[in-house]
């Protein structure tokens, strides 16, 4: 939540018009690194808690400790196509900001 907030925060500075362009460009940029690093980690999450979740060990833990019983069932009946869009918005947005530098270097070494 505390993310959340940080970035909503960002989003409102977007409109400020004290800030300079390249200001406002690697503030566009912050905020799309944050959102694909915080889908990378979702999709890992997934993924361990799939490997995982059979193993002798973590039943042992999620019998002691019912948080983590409670993340692990929200992460096994989470559908595919939810991480299918999760993978999918972190491709796009990785691309995204490939593909903007990218232009902006062919920008500036052009000029």
Do not use: H
Request: charged letters at 15%.
């Amino acid at each position: 939540m505390i993310i959340l907030y940080q970035l909503n925060e960002l989003l409102s500075k977007l409109q400020d018009n004290s800030i300079p362009d390249d200001g406002k460009l690697a503030l566009g940029f912050l905020i799309l690194s944050v959102i694909s690093l915080l889908c990378f980690i979702n999709i890992l999450t997934y993924f361990i808690v799939l490997y995982t979740i059979e193993t002798k060990f973590m039943q042992e833990k999620m019998d002691r400790w019912k948080l983590l019983k409670r993340i692990m069932n929200l992460y096994k009946t989470t559908s595919i196509y939810f991480i299918g869009f999760e993978i999918l918005l972190f491709l796009y947005v990785n691309g995204f900001i490939i593909w903007s530098c990218y232009r902006l270097v062919s920008f500036y070494l052009n000029n």
